[in-house]
């Protein structure tokens, strides 16, 4: 009688944590460790630290705090993503006691792939971890409805940025779509569309604006007062 044990995941997805409160890292890293298809690679109490980290032990994701001494997290996520960018670099998560807040914001801007509370579920942090390191946003709940009363209060008013205009009317509904936070799925059926179809008009709007994913998107749509603008003209 032969006996066989479990397979272990091919590759597991390196988790590398900066925050600066050493009870909460025991936790995030017990939690990650529990997880076959997770592997905790290193833990750091600073943005300064964190960069570091990333730099020896190159994980997949980051989780990172916000506010922390020595170098916060707003900085070290920029710093992170600039030196990672032509290598692929990892996905950085950040953790925020708010839903949304400016210092989130200024995360986003800076090259996050998301945020996440502090006290989110277990199973929400570790879904999070898993979407980001697929290539999918994550906003925490509600930060989306957050995110758009922040920018419609502005008093200033917005300016249309030059390389909108080289959207075509398609790339414009879609753009629009995406900015309200329409899943793929939710445009495809929108629009009468494949998902691949939608997927290749997301990349196109992208690269044309220069963002490098849909929450830079959104941030994008709302700073400049671009969601609801008629696809026809800009």
């Known amino acids: 009688m032969t ?5 272990e995941p091919a590759e597991r997805i390196r988790v590398a944590l900066v925050d600066d409160q050493a009870l909460f890292r025991t936790g ?8 076959p298809d997770l592997q905790f690679v290193g833990e750091a109490g600073d943005g300064a630290a964190g960069i570091d980290l990333v730099r ?17 997290g707003i900085t070290a996520t920029s710093r992170i993503v600039d030196e990672q960018a032509d290598e692929g670099g990892p996905s950085v998560l ?23 509370l502090k006290d989110a579920d277990p199973e929400f942090l570790l879904a999070a971890i898993r979407t980001v390191n697929a290539g999918t946003t994550v906003f925490a709940a509600a930060a989306t409805r957050d ?6 209060d502005r008093a200033d008013a917005p300016t249309v940025p030059p390389a909108f205009a080289d959207l075509t009317p398609r790339e ?15 445009i495809a059926g929108h629009e009468f569309v494949s998902e691949a179809t939608v997927k290749t008009h997301i990349s196109r709007v992208l690269t044309k604006l220069g963002l490098r994913d849909r929450v830079r998107l959104v941030v994008f749509a709302h700073e400049h007062g671009l969601v609801g603008r008629d696809a026809a003209g800009a």
């Open 3 to 7: 006996t066989t044990t479990p397979a």
């Open 28 to 35: 995030v890293r017990m939690l990650i460790e529990s997880q």
């Open 56 to 72: 020896r032990t190159r994980p997949d994701v980051v989780l990172m705090d916000v506010r922390m001494p020595v170098m916060d």
């Open 94 to 116: 950040v953790l925020t006691t708010f839903d949304f807040d400016e210092a989130a914001a200024k995360a986003i801007r800076a090259g996050a792939s998301g945020f996440v």
């Open 147 to 152: 995110l758009l009363r922040r920018f419609e």
């Open 172 to 186: 414009r509904e879609i753009f629009d779509l995406a900015a309200k936070g329409l899943s793929n799925a939710e």
